[in-house]
């Protein structure tokens, strides 16, 4: 099994030409597993209707591919907001089944796991059961994996903020989760699964509350357009064949392009004398989860960030496109807001898979 990673440009949500063109050079009787992280333009509201455009789209052009059965081993991880020189993008993950691969001579080389969760009921998202729900989702795809939890990098969460099925006669009457909530929970039950939060310590308000609880290797969004949680784990095998690996860093704040620099040069590439990835071919994703400071400071200093009529998350994906582009070179990068129990308020995460690494 070997993994393959590949950037695709759309010109709108509902575009999957280059899609497919790259498809086709996989027969699908081969692919193991497929999953999709997708960047669209939509308002990135709870009625950004982008996403369910982009995966009705995304399922159309697969099925043409493989048939029902390739959508059944796909995953669709698909994201709202590209404002800023960020582009819509989207990456094609494949894990194909190729009997002369060998062992990678680095050891180990990239492995990618997704799981879905069953349903959730209206009383349980938002609460400790939904975190337990995506920590169980977590092992899952690390079973599917096949990796430990010393072995992943990365775990992305796609957790819900609505159900889709009926609430439960005579339940208590549930309240609306917002979705920074949602990713709080999705974020703390990923750490719990990876052992980077105590059990004890998940409790309802702990929950976008107790800032010092944060997971160190998950990257989460929520999206209304699904009542389960939707896992794509990334993790560097050992034994693995393929000559892909996945890096993981930390950011100290939406400004840190020292951080991304760290990030890179840890994975191998070279950084130029004026900044700039000096081998930028090498780099085949990038992923970074921003965030903002409570008091929407910088480095000390006032921003609009809580002030302006724009949504916090939208200022932050703008400024990091260009602060990542400048070191990329390009801005297909897919970025992520609300850090929210993913990193120390105001600080992030970053990551980069990279051909040849170490």
Excluded: W
């Excluded at 390739?70 to 194909?96: H, K, N």
């Excluded at 990923?190 to 409790?203: H, K, M, S, T």
């Excluded at 990334?234 to 693995?240: D, F, I, T, V």
């Excluded at 996945?246 to 990030?263: N, S």
């Amino acid at each position: 099994m070997t993994v393959h990673v590949i950037a695709y440009d759309t010109a709108n949500p509902g575009d999957t030409s280059d899609l497919a063109r790259q498809l086709a050079v996989f027969p699908p009787e081969r692919i193991r597993r497929l999953a999709l992280l997708v960047k669209t333009e939509g308002n990135s509201e709870v009625n950004d209707f982008s996403r369910e455009y982009a995966l009705l789209a995304a399922t159309a052009t697969l099925e043409r591919h493989g048939g029902e059965a390739l959508v059944g081993r796909s995953t669709f991880l698909i994201s709202t907001g590209c404002e800023g020189a960020m582009t819509p993008f989207g990456y094609l993950f494949i894990d194909i089944d190729d009997p002369r691969a060998t062992p990678s001579p680095a050891g180990r080389a990239l492995a990618f796991g997704c799981a879905r969760s069953r349903s959730l009921t209206p009383e349980e998202i938002g609460t400790p059961a939904h975190a337990h729900i995506v920590a169980d989702t977590v092992r899952a795809a690390m079973r599917e994996a096949q990796v430990g939890a010393e072995d992943v990098a990365l775990v992305i969460v796609k957790t819900p903020v609505t159900s889709h099925i009926p609430a439960t006669a005579g339940a208590v009457r549930n309240t609306r989760v917002t979705s920074a909530h949602s990713k709080a929970v999705g974020a703390l039950g990923a750490g719990l699964a990876l052992g980077e939060v105590p059990e004890a310590r998940l409790v309802r308000e702990a929950f976008d509350t107790d800032h010092t609880l944060h997971a160190k290797r998950a990257m989460v969004f929520s999206g209304s357009e699904l009542d389960c949680v939707e896992i794509m784990l990334l993790a560097n095998r050992p034994g693995a064949a393929g000559e892909l690996t996945v890096h993981t860093g930390f950011l100290k704040d939406v400004l840190d392009a020292g951080g991304l620099r760290a990030l890179f040069a840890s994975a191998g590439c070279r950084i130029g004398e004026d900044g700039m990835l000096a081998d930028p071919q090498k780099v085949v994703a990038t992923l970074i989860k921003s965030g903002a400071a409570p008091d929407g400071r910088v480095r000390g200093l006032r921003t609009t960030m809580k002030s302006s009529h724009l949504d916090m998350d939208k200022h932050v994906r703008a400024t990091m496109s260009g602060v990542a582009g400048s070191i990329l070179g390009h801005a297909r990068i897919f970025i992520s807001a609300n850090t929210v129990h993913q990193a120390p308020p105001g600080g992030g995460l970053c990551a980069c898979i990279v051909r040849g690494g170490h």
